[in-house]
């Protein structure tokens, strides 16, 4: 592993513990304030350099947290089955599923409508008339991999066999399916709405171009592709950056200009554990991994270790950036929360 810093960007602050380790962790998109979440059931808010708990230790693991894009609504959903949404910090809303288990939910980018999985089933929620207004099913097993489109038209789910990709103006038309043989594990759609990228259980990558009905496919990992993320700006080619990770290994894909030649493959090593997360940094190719090896590692236009941050007292479970780009937070095996501010922004940082 490398350990040494080239240029530390970031200043590293742990900002609390919780009592068991920390499974989500999400940003406001309007402001400073990080929610977390754990497996021991708390609900938490971090603002004004202060922790406040919505919702003490339950000893039910709280396992998936989103805020609405405008910032009102704040989401979360667990082992209990439950989905409860807050606004402004007053929960308005507790939909129970009995016998569910409440593991992955996504806020339309273009409204306050959320997408939440139970068993094989996705529901939508909408916020502004308080009611579930569809239900769709993905049959096929319960989906793994649940996200929007960009400009909020589309959701896809994947799951055993592929990814089903539903017109959210039209819920009761049979979706689009992208087919495989496979498990897709994990979907993401670029920022643009262009691309739908999957990572499968087979060690593949399936990345598809929307009005295309023949993805490319990547193959070749160490193991099943974990996670996936897309740069939020274009390479000189015009097309995002690709991040994935597989067990300890990360590749980033560049598109090529040649259509027949597909994507170019980058291999970046540092890490020795499962990768248990990776983002972009909005506006920029800045690449963050957090692994259960205790290394945060920020990777310089995606190519090479520019900053380790060693934070927490095991492993690291989750990741999050803000969406200005200059607060990074990560969840720890240990409970830990810690917040990294640019260090041009840092001075004050915290304080009241």
Known sequence: MTTSTTNKEFEEKLISTLSDYVTAIAWSPVDSILAAVS????????????????????????????FSPDGKFLAIGGQDGRVKIWRDGELI?????????????????QGNQLAF???????????????????????DSSPLGLDWSGDGKHLAVGGNKGVKIWDCEHWDEEPYFLEM????TA???????KFLASGNMDRSVSVLEWGNPDPWVMRGFPGKVRHIAWSDINAPIGAPLLATCSVEGMVVW??????SLGWEARVLTNHVDI?????????SFLLASAASDGWLCLWKKAKTVSQVITGVSNGYSCLAWHPQGKLLAAGGDNGEIIVCSKISQSRGFGKK
């Open 254 to 259: 560049e598109k090529l200009a040649e259509e």
């Open 187 to 193: 979907i993401a759609w670029s920022s643009d709405g």
């Open 117 to 139: 999985c139970i068993k094989t089933y996705v529901q939508i929620w909408d916020a502004d008339r308080n009611q579930i207004i569809a239900t769709v099913n993905f049959e």
């Open 39 to 66: 497996a021991a059931g708390e609900v938490t808010l971090w603002q004004n350099n202060e922790l406040d708990f919505l919702q003490d230790a339950t000893g039910e693991s709280v396992d998936c947290v989103a």
């Open 93 to 109: 809303a507790n939909l129970e599923n009995a016998t569910a288990w409440v593991d992955k939910l996504v806020w339309n980018p």
């Open 181 to 184: 043989s496979t498990v897709s």
């Open 275 to 283: 990768i248990q997360g990776i983002a972009f940094a909005p506006g």
